[in-house]
């Protein structure tokens, strides 16, 4: 696998959620630019397909199949990668379980899966890789959000809320860890066509969110990944508290 830029050579990067769409692309785009992916999902299936995709093109990647919907998961995932790495460089809080509702139809069992998974894990994540990073080198950290932290849809409640609070998280770790040298920062997509929005999803939604962004079409997983790289990347290295919004200029425009 070779790379214009090895901007990430030798670091070692964690990708939670990795399995597919955003993920699966960041590991992807990461071992392109040298970096060694620890790929993370619950299916052993998704996992091994990833690792094997990004060492057929001559990058480095293991699996680290783990459920980081609790503290434990999420601190056997960190574990892990920073064991069969040799050092932890990079923790990009990817996965998320997300289900829309009406207000009046959101259940407990819904909304504590995607807190646990989508928030929680996210301060859990945080935690854990502060500890495995180098003291000397710090780290970098990329969450995440979504253009709904910004600008809400109906039906959207619990996710709105839960993509509103990482960038809440994202500033006050930014804060807390600056000192260390750990830098921490969230994007924040808009509608990008994945296997995990695609129930979500229908011609005439697209239609209309491609009328509205000014770049004139939807976003792809391979934006979003170039963009979670620059945040881990040197060329970031005086960002921090950041959420980028990667989004065709829909959220902050009207056309």
Known sequence: MSSAKLDLQDRVALITGAGNG???????????????????????????????EIRAA??????????????????????????EGGRFDILVNNAA??????????????????LDVGFKAVIWGIQAATAAMDPERGG??????STAALRSAPNSLVYSGIKSGILGITRAAAAELGAQRIR???????????????????????????????????GTVEDIARAI?????DDAGFVTAQGLAVDGGVTFTNI
């Open 229 to 233: 790289c620059f945040l881990a990347s």
């Open 140 to 145: 970098a950290i990329v969450n995440v959000a």
């Open 97 to 114: 379980w997300v289900r829309y509702q009406a207000v009046v139809d959101i259940q407990p069992d819904t909304m504590d899966r995607m």
């Open 58 to 83: 001559g990058g480095r990647a293991f699996g680290v199949v783990q459920n980081i919907a609790s503290r434990e998961g999420i601190q056997a995932a960190v574990a892990q990668a920073r064991a």
């Open 184 to 218: 921490v920062n969230a994007v924040c997509p808009s509608a990008v066509p994945t296997e995990g929005t695609q129930r979500n999803r229908n011609a005439e939604r697209d239609a209309a969110r491609v009328a509205s962004t000014p770049m004139g079409r939807l």
């Open 22 to 52: 955003i993920g699966r692309e960041t590991a992807r785009q990461m071992a392109a630019r040298g970096a060694v992916v620890a790929v993370n999902d619950l299916k052993p299936e998704f996992v091994g397909a990833v690792v094997d």
